[in-house]
């Protein structure tokens, strides 16, 4: 457990996270404004990050300045060309341990129509395996529609043995809260589709004090015309 632990408190070093993700074209190919991940990254101030999300085969293209940002490197994936409704591993935890993560995530897909043993197989053979090379893994829960209610998803999740989870950013403070007390666990907020600054700043604000610990922002962090002048505005609502 040490080597999670050293690992958890870099990325909480501040008490909360904030989190670039940058694995978005490994589901959807070329997104939009994010046509080479060293473009983007040669733009962006490291020091005002926690971590940021990469994938395996990006992780050789990382610019010198992020060699000493936490690096979460995404284990699974699925394309956006056909049902959501499955993932498959791209790469073993061992292996992203020799790349150099310093954390693992992947989805967990529960369903409401079957016994989801699928998911529990899962996630015992990435909890082993993070567990064998002392990195955290961060479980990842986002709501389609027809799936398990959030808040009871992520309290499997907790039961099942995460380190930590991102999901959806829920509805109201109220159900905020809520996911708190019922999965006692570290909670990092995805941003979903991009939302104006003003407005994100303030669900942000509103998501953290009703117990987030972070966000893990794509999108909303990557697809800015001032990409660190929104990240120092984001730090101000996220450290408080």
Known sequence: MLGKTIRLNRIFKRDKALVMALDYG???????????????LNRVNADLLDGIVITPGQLKNLPLQFHQTNLIVRVDACTVFG????????????????????AILAFT?????????????RMKLLNDASEAVGLPFIAEYLPTGTDVKQRDALRIIAEVGADIIKTNIPKSTEEMQDLKAVSDLPIL?????????????????????????????GRNAWNREDINGYLEKLSKVIYR
Not at 26 to 40: D, Y
Not at 110 to 119: A, E, P, T, V, Y
Not at 196 to 217: Q, R, Y
């Open 26 to 40: 490994l589901f959807s190919g070329v997104p939009e404004n994010f046509v080479n991940l060293g473009a983007v």
């Open 83 to 102: 049902e959501f409704n499955a993932t498959e591993l791209i790469t073993a935890v061992e292996r992203a341990a020799r790349m150099g993560a310093d």
């Open 109 to 121: 897909l529960l369903h409401d129509k079957d016994s989801n043993l699928d998911f529990m197989k």
């Open 189 to 217: 907020l995805a941003g979903g589709s991009k939302v104006d600054d003003a407005e994100m700043l303030v669900i942000v604000e509103s998501m953290m004090s009703a117990g987030a610990d972070g966000v893990v922002f």
